[in-house]
């Protein structure tokens, strides 16, 4: 697919399906992930070429825990389509603080939240307690874990975090792979063994 894609970046040509023929096109493409491309690159698992041609004009758009001040505005917004059919719900000032320190991970948290509360909320104000399912429902398993490593695919999280303790364990011991392995509790074999196989060298520790 990826091939495919670059191809119709590239040569601006698509092959309509069932056909042979080939079809010139001129489009725009604006392209959105969450993933990490470029470790993804690094991973094997993304085609370089393909990200050199649709990381023409590169937006970061920060995740929403780092845009407090448009976690409100968004709330209402989902609110406001949640009750578009009845009369409108709006938050109330406990209710707005609650949002803002709640931990968010996601790009665009909110919208089935706002929707749960709003189904449920028995007047048009919502209350900290129409949201108390929040707290009430929050996995603990993830905290402590940054949440760019939890968008991940598992092989790679798993090796990045692993890289990251290899290295952490490496600049304890002063380079010293044996007191390394010992830190990590692994044998000094298995430890040449996973720093060969993350592409890790000295230099790069």
Do not use: W
């Not at 370089?48 to 209402?76: C, K």
């Amino acid at each position: 697919m990826q091939a495919k894609l670059l191809r119709v970046l590239q040569e601006r040509q698509v092959t309509p399906l069932g056909t042979n023929r080939i079809v010139t096109v001129d489009v725009r493409v604006v392209a959105a992930t969450h993933r990490d491309l470029a470790s993804m690159v690094a991973a094997g698992t993304f085609r370089q070429d393909l990200l050199f041609r649709l990381n023409v004009i590169p937006l970061h758009m920060p995740p929403l825990r780092e845009r407090v001040a448009d976690i409100v505005p968004l709330a209402e917004h989902f609110l406001a389509s949640a009750s578009a059919d009845i009369a409108r719900k709006h938050l109330s000032a406990d209710a707005q603080r609650l949002l803002r320190h709640f931990r968010l991970a996601g790009q665009r948290p909110g919208v089935g939240q706002c929707d749960r509360a709003s189904a449920l909320a028995p007047g048009q104000g919502l209350t900290r307690d129409d949201f108390a399912f929040l707290t009430a429902t929050r996995d603990s398993a993830d905290d402590g874990i940054p949440p760019a490593l939890l968008e991940l695919p598992l092989p790679q999280a798993v090796a990045q975090l692993e890289r990251a303790l290899i290295v952490h364990a490496l600049s304890a011991s002063g380079g010293n792979r044996a007191e390394a392995a010992r830190r990590l509790r692994i044998s000094r074999q298995s430890l040449y063994t996973r720093m060969a196989a993350l592409g890790m060298s000295d230099a790069s520790v």
